[in-house]
Structures are given as C-alpha cells and as structure tokens.
C-alpha cells in the first residue's frame, strides 16, 4: 500500500484537511502530518515581508472565518467540495485523534524533525499543501518527490498572482492549476497535470480563486493516486517557455477590476 | 498613491529648476535629460552637448555572468546605454531579469544592501534610482508589465520620493541634484505610462 506524507501551513487549513480526507477516501496510508507552527515571530515577518497587508486578509479568511468565509452556496468552493464529499474534519489534529496519524508541528518544513520523520516512515511521496519554501535535504528524503498544485498553468506562469497576472496579460484560457513535482526552484518542477479553469462570464477574482481552491483539491488527489500507480509520468518544464511573476501591486490590479 | 497625485505645477516647478541649473550638471546627467525632454518635449535641453558613458569597460561586462553583486555605476550606465541603443537584446534581458528578481526579494531591506554594496548611502540611493529607471525603460522596451509593477511597488516608497526633499535636491549639485533628477523622470514617466495603460485597457472594454 502507498504511504504519504503531508505538509501543512497551519492545522487549520481547511485546504489540508480536505485533501487528507479525501487521500484516506482512496484508502491511501498517511503516515504523518507535519504542521508548521502559527504562533512564530519569524514566519510572522517573512510573510508580513512577502505579503505586506494582504496577510491579514489572509488571516482574517483563514483563521479566523475559515468555513464562513465562502459564504454563497451556489458556486464551486471549498465548502461546496466538502459537502458534497461529506467531508468533516476541520482541524489537523483530528486525525490524530480518530486515525492515529501523528501530527507533528515544526516552525519549518526544513527542521530535522522532519528529516528524522522522512528517514524513519520512508513515505513513497510527500503532499504539499502550503508551509513555504522546502530545501533541497528534505526534497531528497521525500521518495518519488515533493507534490504541489500550484495555482497557474505550468511552464507559463510561475511564482505568485499569476491568476491575476494572466486575466492582466489577457489570457484568461490560460488561467488554471498545475500539479507538479517541487525542486529546489520556484514552480520549476516536473509536470504531472495541468488543468485550464477559465473564468466564467461575471466572476469575481476572488470567487475564481475559490473555485480554483476547491477544484486543485480534487486534482491534487486523482494526480496523487495516478502518479503513484505509475499511470503518470513526470514531464520537465521548458522554464523558457514562462516566466516568473512577483505580487502584482494595487495599481495594476485596479486594471482588472475596472 | 504618490504619482497618480502628481501636481502638473509641482513638476512644472521642479522643471524650472531642472532648466536653471547649471550646464555642467546637466551635461552628467545626459542620459536622464534626454529622456526627459524627449517625454515633455522640450527642445532646449536636447540641444546641450552629450555625455558619452564610459564604454571601454564594455568587453569587461559582456564576459560577466548576470548577478547583482558584480554590478557597478559603469555596468549600469552601459546597461541603459545598451538599452536606449538596442545593443545586445539578449544580454540585456538577462540582466533586466537578475535586477528584477533582486529587487522583488530585497526591496524591504534594499538600502542596507546598497549602502554595502556601493559604500555610502548617497551612491547606493542613485545606483537604486539607475536600475529603477533602467527598468522603467525596460518596461517599455519589452511592454513586459513585471517591470512597471517593480517600478509602482519602488514608487511607494514615500521617504525616497517626498516632493520636498527633490525640491531641495534639485537646488544642490553632484550627486543630489541626480538622484533629483532620476526620481522626476521616474515619477513624470511612470505617471505618462500609467495613462497609457489605462487608456489601452478601456480601449480593449
């Protein structure tokens, strides 16, 4: 039987939590959940560094309205997901309670706890879910790699907004998700799928992004499965073929929204 | 945010003061002047003699491999000479993507990592404005909008740009009335551009 690892940004990761749900659904073995810390100073100014305002946004969304913040019910988000899939668990911790699957925080995914937890359980592959940037000793204990669903059609648009960045350029049918496998670079890695999520007539941004949310769960899961099964193979990235893009400033997003 | 506020008579006055300075300073700053009287259309200064930059050291720089360490005031001047001339397209795109990648993960601490690298505050403030405006020109070389959205997120910085202090800078010479100079054309053309782009976008609704 297949055995996974998870990653995690926080225990209250709902993105997490459904991912892991639906993994042991397909009767996958999770042998153990990695959680980075919240309350840490350092995490705080490396992403108040990275995010600037926008992470209070994200706090605010993610811990503190968490399920209320996808508040309609007629669109495809996260919740919608989750219903649908009759899925419960909220907190991380919970399936150490009713499963037995350790749930072990770390200020970062690159402490050796994490090495020693990679060298003891062997995992055949490691689930990324969030956590920052992973480091080239954890990426080679992870067996057959590290996956990422990133938010943006692989090789084209790498690195953050890129949402925004392709309705910006005016490629909207290029706006999608991509699993891939993680290296050392920034969404460099092998492709396992790729999948174009245009925007529907009238969306919001944000409520692109929640649609785009719930559908890289279900795609994270079928790529795992497949990938583990030897149905996929890994394909490299042409990086020539993209580019890298930074957070886009209001100004030019003020573009988008007009 | 600051330059979408520009007052036309606050750049008219900083202008008259660009034009009342003296000759010499404005020879240095040549390749700043005639940019800026191209964008606002003022013959007078592109008639003053032009200031060569120092292109011995180009064989030096074709052979240097793209890192923002081994950037000096001469690689930046050839860099935006490059740029204007089109001279060595690939290259140039190199280091435009080195720079930018720099900036995108620096800008918070930014001036201590100039003030190391270029020795005093002063000459790390005018080497940052270069490379700004180097990307500035980049962007609309490449029409490639990571460059301006490097340029607005630099813009904000409210301290760099304060109106008073390029009011006080232009009245100085040397190195303050550049970087003077390089924060009004930086302001006056991304402002320029911004206008462009807007128009473009309500063109294509």
């Not at chain 1, 790699?145 to 938010?151: D, E, K, L, S, Y």
């Not at chain 2, 360490?69 to 204007?84: G, T, V």
């Not at chain 2, 070389?141 to 990571?146: A, F, G, N, P, V």
């Amino acid at each position: 039987m297949n055995k996974v690892i998870i990653f995690s940004p926080s225990i209250y990761s709902l993105y997490t939590t459904t991912i892991v749900e639906l993994l042991l659904k397909k009767e996958l073995t999770i042998q153990a959940i990695y959680v980075r810390k919240l309350i840490n100073p350092t995490r705080f100014f490396s992403e108040i560094k990275r995010d600037g305002m926008r992470l209070f946004q994200k706090i605010w969304k993610k811990l503190i309205l968490r399920q209320k913040a996808f508040s309609s019910h007629n669109v495809e988000n996260l919740l919608t997901l989750r219903k649908e899939q009759n899925l419960s668990f909220t907190n991380a911790r919970q399936f150490k309670t009713k499963f037995g699957i350790p749930v072990i925080s770390c200020k970062t995914l690159n402490e050796p706890v994490v090495v020693e937890g990679l060298q003891a359980h062997q995992p055949d592959l490691v689930v990324f879910t969030g956590g920052g940037l992973i480091r080239q000793h954890i990426l080679d204990k992870a067996g057959r790699g590290v996956v990422n669903c990133h938010m943006g059609i692989l090789p084209q648009f790498r690195g953050m907004d890129v949402v925004e960045w392709s309705l910006l350029l005016g490629l909207p049918d290029q706006v999608g998700i991509t699993v891939h496998i993680m290296d050392k670079g920034v969404d460099t890695g092998d492709i396992l799928r790729v999948q174009s999520i245009p925007p529907s007539p009238g969306e919001t941004i944000s409520g692109l992004r929640n649609r785009m949310e719930a559908r890289m769960c279900s795609l994270m899961v079928e790529t795992v499965i497949d990938y583990l099964n030897g149905k996929l193979d890994r394909q490299p990235q042409l990086l020539e073929q993209g580019k890298q893009y930074y957070k886009m400033h209001p100004r030019l997003l003020k573009l988008i929204k007009n | 945010m600051q330059i979408i506020h520009l007052k036309l008579a606050q750049l008219r006055k900083w202008w008259e003061i660009i034009l009342n300075h003296d000759p010499h300073d404005l020879q240095e700053n040549s390749l700043t002047l005639i940019q800026l009287s191209t964008l606002c259309s003022r013959p007078a200064i592109a008639s003053l003699q032009l200031f060569t930059p120092p292109l011995k050291t180009e064989s030096s720089f074709l052979e240097k491999k793209p890192a923002f360490k081994l950037l000096n005031f001469r690689d930046i001047y050839l860099l935006r000479h490059w740029l204007q001339n089109e001279m060595h397209p690939q290259l140039t795109s190199n280091w435009a993507e080195v720079i930018l990648r720099f900036f995108e993960i620096n800008l918070s601490d930014i001036d201590k990592k100039l003030l190391m690298q270029y020795g005093s505050r002063l000459l790390g403030e005018v080497a940052f404005l270069e490379l700004t405006a180097f990307l500035l020109d980049y962007f609309s070389y490449s029409k490639d909008l990571r460059y301006m959205n490097m340029v607005l997120k630099i813009l904000d910085q409210k301290s760099l740009f304060s109106p008073w202090k390029i009011t006080r800078n232009l009245r100085l010479n040397g190195m303050h009335f550049k970087s003077a100079l390089l924060k009004v054309y930086l302001l006056v053309k991304t402002d320029l551009f911004l206008m462009n782009l807007d128009n473009g976008f309500q063109d294509q609704q």
